[in-house]
């Protein structure tokens, strides 16, 4: 069982930048893929980055690449997601997702891969 708790979450200007939290608690916290999605209102969730943490393998949604890092402290189970050059559409409910350990690099930006969800912190871009 792996548990997730986001927190960084807050309002910034367009431009600005933000970064997210996502501490871990689980055995074995070197064999699990975190990523990081989004829902903003009446919409899907949607995949931003993925990082498999076996080997670092890192993926990003099309509409974050560059602009959006996803990266971990180990020591502290932690993974991050530094936000920079951000709009008004990226404005939306972040969650932290873990699997259950053994995803393929395929599999990384699909929701269905990961079992575990944090409570999700939300982010507002404002104009």
């Known amino acids: 069982q792996v548990q997730l708790a986001e927190s960084g979450g807050g309002l910034v200007q367009v431009g600005g930048s933000l970064r997210l939290s996502c501490a871990a608690s689980g055995p074995s916290f070197g064999r699990y893929a975190l990523a990081w999605f989004r829902q903003a209102p009446g919409k899907e969730r949607e995949f931003v980055a993925a990082?498999?943490?076996?080997?670092?393998?890192?993926r990003y949604g099309d509409s974050v690449k560059g602009r959006f890092t996803i990266s971990r402290n180990s020591a502290r189970n932690t993974v991050y997601l530094q936000m920079l050059s951000l709009k008004p559409e990226d404005t939306a409910i972040y969650y932290c997702?873990?699997?259950?350990?053994?995803?393929?690099?395929?599999?990384?930006?699909?929701?269905?891969?990961?079992?575990?969800w944090g409570q999700g912190t939300q982010v507002t871009v404002s104009s």
């Open positions: 997702a873990s699997d259950r350990g053994g995803a393929i690099v395929s599999s990384l930006g699909t929701r269905a891969t990961y079992a575990y």
């Open positions: 990082l498999r943490l076996r080997d670092d393998v890192v």
